[in-house]
């Protein structure tokens, strides 16, 4: 059983930085992607950026592109996502997600298996 736990949400200015971190367990994750997705109050659940374990290869949202981040850290089976430029309009519960069995980029929330429970990134205007 795939277990993902986020970390290092909070409160931050506008223009500060976050670095969340999800720590994946229970399989090898060798033919996995790896996302994170936000959710806003009121609003779709939203894909960011996603990493292939295998390879590293990343694709980001156009909202999100330059100003984020992800990473992988194979010996610690961790994914990172490093948020710079923090807006207001980041404010949401960002969500760690994980697909098995594939070799390509997948950016729809419905094919992805495993989710994590979620951290709280606040941004302050």
């Known amino acids: 059983q795939v277990q993902l736990v986020e970390s290092g949400g909070g409160l931050v200015q506008a223009g500060g930085s976050l670095r969340l971190s999800c720590a994946a367990s229970?399989?090898?994750?060798?033919?996995?992607?790896l996302a994170w997705f936000r959710q806003a109050p009121g609003k779709e659940r939203e894909f960011l950026a996603v990493?292939?374990?295998?390879?590293?290869?990343?694709y980001y949202a156009d909202s999100v592109k330059g100003r984020f981040t992800i990473s992988r850290d194979n010996a610690k089976n961790t994914v990172s996502l490093q948020m710079n430029s923090l807006k207001p309009e980041d404010t949401a519960v960002y969500l760690c997600?994980?697909?098995?069995?594939?070799?390509?980029?997948?950016?729809?929330?419905?094919?992805?298996?495993?989710w994590g429970q979620g951290t709280q990134v606040t941004v302050a205007s």
């Open positions: 997600a994980a697909v098995a069995n594939t070799r390509t980029i997948v950016v729809l929330s419905a094919f992805y298996d495993y």
């Open positions: 990493i292939l374990w295998s390879g590293g290869s990343t």
């Open positions: 229970g399989r090898t994750f060798d033919r996995f992607a």
